[in-house]
């Protein structure tokens, strides 16, 4: 099953089942491109632990060594943005960049969790743009402003049973309909099990928590008025919008 989270007409927040662009929730079945129906980021996480460097072409690209552990840092719920959205991007900077990312969604609270449990805290699996601000990033430890600032994850369409998303799933990201970042699961540098079992080590993950896996080479500059896909097999298309100050 896919499951999304709409905000229907009546302004009540619901989460149903999602099916090429359609929500079916209480029963009652919801077009997602009406005019009166808002796609929500099919989560609300606490935080989004994210993989820097999880494919050696990313990291190559960018000029650094591949790590010996998962490189983590966070981005907090301000960073979510809905499907559909428009991103307003830092005023003033140089470059700020795309990053498409095959996301997990935790089910269960989970701490200090060994490799060969951590599918069973899997909830499902959701698109993810890791919207970088690279002027910031470059210029700081902590990756605040540079990772952190608001809508600096658009996450959806919806949350995909894992059953659905393959072990070598695909991931693209399109812009403006030119496609940008093309890879897969296989070339992950750290396995899901073990992002979990590192991550529990340090710190609790609590149901709707968001893992996003790490970018594959790609990457590149966003403008105003760009339109980005996000294409993860098995879950679907994540599409948002652009806009510079």
């Known amino acids: 099953m896919r499951y999304a989270r709409i905000r229907d007409p009546a302004g009540t927040v619901r ?16 077009d997602t491109d009406a005019d009166d129906v808002d796609l929500l980021a099919p989560c609300e996480p ?26 983590l840092f966070l981005k907090p719920p301000n960073a979510v943005a809905d499907p559909h959205s428009t991103v307003t991007l830092p005023a ?11 996301a997990f969604v935790i089910g269960d609270q989970a701490r200090n969790v060994a490799a060969e449990d951590a599918m069973d805290y899997v909830a499902g699996f959701t698109c993810l743009d890791d919207v970088s601000n690279r002027d910031d990033q470059n210029e700081e ?41 093309s890879s897969s699961r296989d070339y992950f540098i750290f396995a899901i ?21 790490g970018t594959p080479a790609g990457v590149g500059p966003l403008s105003d008025g760009d339109r ?6 098995g879950v679907g298309v994540l599409e948002h919008d652009v806009r510079q100050r």
């Open 15 to 30: 989460r149903g089942t999602y099916d090429n662009g359609t929500v079916t929730a209480g029963g009652e079945t919801y």
């Open 46 to 71: 606490s935080k989004i632990v994210c993989i820097g460097r999880n494919y050696a072409d990313h990291a190559e690209e960018l000029g650094n060594e591949v790590p010996d552990r998962p490189l």
């Open 92 to 102: 003033g900077k140089e470059r700020v960049d795309h990053e498409a990312e095959i």
């Open 141 to 181: 430890q902590n990756w605040v402003r540079g990772k952190a600032f608001d809508g600096a994850a658009p996450i959806g369409p919806c949350i995909a049973d894992p059953e659905h998303v393959p072990d070598d799933a695909a991931v693209e990201l399109r812009l403006n309909g030119e496609t940008k970042q």
């Open 193 to 213: 099990p073990e992002l979990v079992e590192e991550i529990t080590t340090y710190m609790t993950l609590e149901p709707g928590d968001v893992v996003a896996t």
């Open 228 to 233: 980005v896909e996000v294409e993860i097999e």
